[in-house]
């Protein structure tokens, strides 16, 4: 049954029975400023949906699971560390506003919890919610922001092609021995010697043995989804699809001669094959296995500090040219669109910049691209052109075009006088081409139009002055692998990993939002501005506006 966190003080409170100074320590720990701005900033609302509305056991507060989630993550703890901070370290307990009594969840419960947050998209909900709660209360600024990637590895081992054969025919035949043990008792005992027995690992062999022992398990894969393709209850195994999966992208069967396999060369297979039956969603790409993190922050000098306000889990192989105009309209949904993104020449393209444009966004990125111009040919971007590059305004020459037309969303043509370009000298080397009335036209497309007119502002001084604040966003990629454990997640399966990716990228904001509020109190001498003056304990008011010098025991305190 759902139940918001109580409000009401009682005797076992910690900021009661505590003495001051210990209350004080505790406020400029970190857990001061988390309690007093980040815990109120958790929403439980949202989550009645996942309790019955009158029955059952009240639930556990949803703001003390969510802070678990993002304090797991903030120290980068496993689960069993997780709950013995809540239940044993005071800072906990303080910063939950929760007392010793309370200080307790059952790991099932997390686990459930979490669950629940990965596969109802409420994770991606709880980073942008307090992301933008964080913005909002510390006046962050979010017209400049840059963006990067990185690879991520969840929980899965790195397999050979070897490996990946052996373990996912073996999950198979585990699960087959456990539901269908009549079917697995049929099948040929060279199965059970060679892949479940272990003898002599059938996958740790040398380079010298593992092309031919490769043949025999792309054999022996075929075989066992041949076998069983007409099983309905096996052909529904999560590990027999694996394996029907596996056999077409690593394998080629030969229709002249039944049972007979060839292994498709390295270069046949597709980066979205599997890479390891624990984590079907991970792909290959080109820096390595995993899947792919987005991330996107603000870089605005008169910010006090920096916050993430954009993570997306993609596909390893998932092209960042493709990432541009998503992470604007994500922004521009959450109401912190960028007036200017910065990010690296993966992610600079003519067409992205005239995208983003077109978006109200400047994209500040290097292109490296596309084709350059001959030796000893002008460039496109000898025209002075719009911003949008749909108008002509004057050649290299300062003269303007009679006409300047557009040919679809795409291209561009200007129509030049046979007077001004006739008696040109750069005319031998413009591509600007004579037409039927004498007049001379140039034509291009507007993404190459916006590729050359980048080439050539990517090589002034103020386009590297201006773009050296987008080298940022390395150090809060290594600062968030540093602090969350970034490259190597512990869980597995694209729902799953993506949660954990906002967990993350929640940490470190609200780690920098703590560090910057215990920065301020150490500068100004000061400590919080609210403090308890008077306490309810049910219907009894007890106001002691010294009472921390005064009592040290609740009891004396209740007394009182």
């Known amino acids: 049954m759902f139940r918001r966190k109580r409000q009401q003080k009682t005797i076992f409170d910690h900021d009661v029975y505590l003495p001051a100074k210990r209350v004080a320590a505790l406020e400029a720990s970190w857990a001061g400023p988390f309690r007093r701005s980040i815990l109120p900033m958790i929403d439980e609302e949202p989550f009645r949906c ?146 479940r027995k272990r003898a002599g690992y059938f996958a740790d062999s040398k380079s010298s043995k593992a092309k031919r022992r490769l043949a025999k398990c792309a054999v022996h894969l075929f075989d066992l989804v041949d076998r069983f393709r007409d099983h309905p209850g096996v052909g529904r195994m999560k590990y027999y699809l694996l394996m029907a999966r596996l056999l077409e992208e690593q394998c080629v069967i030969d229709a002249t001669e039944p049972g007979k396999v060839r292994l498709k060369s390295p270069a046949e297979i597709s980066p979205e094959s599997l890479q390891n039956p624990s984590d079907p969603d991970a792909a290959y790409g080109r820096k390595g296995k995993g899947y792919k993190a987005s991330l996107t922050e603000t870089c605005g000098k008169a910010n006090a500090f920096q916050v993430i306000t954009d993570v997306a889990l993609e596909s390893a192989n998932a092209s960042d040219q493709k990432d541009v105009l998503p992470v604007i309209e994500r922004l521009n949904e959450n109401g912190c669109k960028p007036e200017e993104l910065f990010a690296d020449a993966g992610y600079g393209s003519g067409e992205n910049i005239l995208e983003a444009g077109e978006r109200g966004v400047s994209l500040t990125a290097p292109i490296t691209c596309g084709k350059t111009p001959a030796q000893g040919q002008m460039h496109l971007a000898d025209f002075d052109v719009s911003e949008d590059c749909r108008v002509v305004l004057c050649c290299i020459k300062d003269h303007p075009p009679l006409e300047c037309r557009s040919i679809g969303k795409k291209r561009v043509e200007a129509v030049f006088s046979h007077e001004d370009c006739s008696g040109c000298g ?16 140039l034509r291009y497309r507007r993404k190459d139009m916006a590729t050359s007119t980048r080439r050539y502002y990517q090589e002034s ?58 920065q301020k109190m150490k500068t100004t001498g000061q400590g919080p501005s609210e403090r308890p003056s008077s306490l309810f304990f049910g219907k009894i008011p007890c106001l002691l506006p010294d009472w921390r010098d005064r009592f040290s025991y609740p009891a004396l305190a209740w007394a009182a």
């Not at 690879?151 to 269908?180: C, H, P, Y």
């Not at 750069?426 to 036209?441: A, E, I, M, S, W």
Request: charged share 25%.
């Open 426 to 441: 750069f005319l031998p080397y413009c591509p600007v081409k004579p037409g039927k009335d004498g007049n001379y036209r």
């Open 461 to 518: 001084t103020n386009f590297k002055e201006r773009y050296k604040i987008r080298s940022g966003i390395e150090a809060t990629i290594s600062e968030t692998d540093r602090v969350t454990g970034l490259k190597r997640v512990w869980t597995r399966g694209r729902v799953r990993v993506a949660a954990s990716l906002f967990m993350k990228a929640l940490a470190v904001n609200v780690k920098r939002f703590v560090n910057n509020a215990l």
């Open 50 to 195: 996942f309790y019955c509305a009158d029955n059952g056991r009240p639930n556990v507060p949803v703001s003390l699971l969510i802070g678990a989630c993002i304090l797991k993550e903030m120290f980068q703890l496993t689960d069993r560390q997780l709950l013995g901070s809540l239940e044993f370290d005071l800072r906990w307990q303080y910063a939950f506003d929760i007392n010793v009594f309370e200080a307790h969840i059952c790991q099932k419960t997390l686990h459930n919890f979490r669950t629940l947050l990965a596969f109802n998209a409420k994770a991606g909900q709880v980073f942008r919610e307090i992301t933008g709660k964080i913005i909002e209360q510390a006046g962050l600024l979010t017209g400049k922001q840059r963006l990067d990637s990185t690879r991520i590895l969840s929980n899965m081992a790195d397999l050979s092609r070897l490996e990946l054969f052996v373990r996912t025919i073996e999950g198979f035949l585990n699960r087959l021995a456990k539901e269908f043990p009549d079917l697995y008792k049929k099948l040929p005992a060279l199965y059970e010697e060679v892949y």
